[in-house]
Nanobody, 123 residues
Framework: QVQLVESGGGLVQAGVSLILSCAASGRALRHYVMGWFRQAPGNEREFVAGVDRSGTITSYLDSVKGRFTISRDNAKNTGYLQMNSLKPEDTAVYYC????????????????WGQGTQVTVSS
């Protein structure tokens, strides 16, 4: 079993940056592909970014490309989501998740989930 804990969310103004962290325990992070998802009120949970086990291959939701960067430090068992130029439409609860094999955008493909961290962007 793997436990994930997200942190770094908050209430910010549009245009600023935040970095979210996802700390893994129970098993080494290097065994897993990592994804970041978000869910806004009334919306389905959506894929935001993913990174392969080595940190080499990444994938992003079109609306965050060029603003968000996913990364990982396997030695620290921690993943990150750097979010720049935040917009009000980025407001959501952000979740990290882990899976085996390749990056996928569907929530059902992921085996382990954190509890989420709230990001609220005011205009």
């Amino acid at each position: 079993q793997v436990q994930l804990v997200e942190s770094g969310g908050g209430l910010v103004q549009a245009g600023v940056s935040l970095i979210l962290s996802c700390a893994a325990s129970g098993r080494a992070l290097r065994h897993y592909v990592m994804g970041w998802f978000r869910q806004a009120p009334g919306n389905e949970r959506e894929f935001v970014a993913g990174v392969d086990r080595s940190g080499t291959i990444t994938s992003y939701l079109d609306s965050v490309k060029g603003r968000f960067t996913i990364s990982r430090d396997n030695a620290k068992n921690t993943g990150y989501l750097q979010m720049n130029s935040l917009k009000p439409e980025d407001t959501a609860v952000y979740y990290c998740a882990l899976k085996n094999s390749a990056i996928r955008i569907r929530t059902y493909a992921y085996d382990y989930w954190g509890q989420g961290t709230q990001v609220t962007v005011s205009s």
